[in-house]
């Protein structure tokens, strides 16, 4: 890898990299807003925004972290930590109660990684190219398990819906389903972060050619080892006290602006979580590396299946009233089968134009208008 460390100048904040961090003076104003108890709507808003600088933050460190490793730990780095700050958030949503807001997060990341950063990867790469090409086999290897955990990700929702009470309604805040389906969605993330475990070894040691070998081409800062750990710990506790916050006032936001807890935890939250990544995509989409770009966008929604869902169900054993289930509402259903039945074809010749681009992000803007109106 290359050192280029940048300077902190006007040129740097302007460049792709540079302009989240221009957003951290937010970091403190969220704060100092729910101190004095500003309108929550603002509140909200401010603290979405101010989580974007410390993912972005965070995903540097890790990089930095992961070229100073070596390729196995630092590919390990890169998966650990790619969804953290989705996590820290949901977390927080947990400890709070609004289970349904984090299933509905959970959702969004999926459904946003797989339509909205690939489609937009592809339209922005592919405008001034005829196509562009990237690994089919890896691509395919990764939405397999991504089927794989969509599959997994249903089953409670189908045992509810023949066995129990039936889905939770788009504007629930937490519903309690009991034992028995409790039971099966710990089972089942048991299960999902197994094969979730076993992918790693896979990706990363007995197959591990097939898997981007352009992440360790990336430009990196120079940072230390201590440097990046350092950050690392700051970006974690910065990330902490905004979800905090933000988590804080989503449901007085939610009823000051008239959108649903679930729209503003499927779009909103999903989206602010890992805003910085998803920009990435379209960056290095752009510069015809569309190998990184697929593997951004369909690896970051694997792992929220296969690892984020499966710890925020163990966690809620000890968060938040009661075990999370994993029974997903009817357009959260929708969503998961079509996104991952869409990403699955069109990344299955290994090549992609920018009107494939077009039509993955027209089926996220009609799935977006119906949880608007859900």
Known sequence: ??????????????????????????????????????????????????????????????????????????????????????????????????QEVVKASLVGSIVGNMLLVLGASMLVGGLKRDKQTFNRTSASVQTTMLMLAGGALLMPAIFELVEGKGLPAPGAEAVNYGGTVEHLSLAVAIVLIATYVIGLVFSMKTHRALFNPEYEEEDTWGWSVRTSVIALAIAGVLVGVMSEVLVGSITEASESVGLSEFFIGVIVVAIVGNAAEHWVAVLVARKDKMDLAVNIAIGSSAQIALFVAPVLVLASFFLGPHPLALVFNGFELGAILLAILVGNHVTADGESNWFEGVQLLALYFVLALAFYFA
């Open 1 to 98: 890898m290359s050192s280029n460390t940048p300077r902190l100048n006007a040129a740097f904040f302007r460049s792709a990299y540079g302009w989240p961090y221009l957003l951290a003076p937010l970091i403190p104003v969220a704060v100092a807003l729910e101190l004095i108890h500003a309108p929550a709507t603002v509140v909200f808003a401010i603290s979405a925004l101010g989580i974007i600088p410390t993912a972005a933050l965070m995903g540097r460190a890790t990089e930095e972290l992961a070229a100073k490793s070596g390729p196995g730990i630092g590919g390990f780095l890169n998966v650990t930590f790619g969804n953290a700050p989705e996590l820290i958030i949901a977390l927080f949503a947990l400890g709070s109660g609004l």
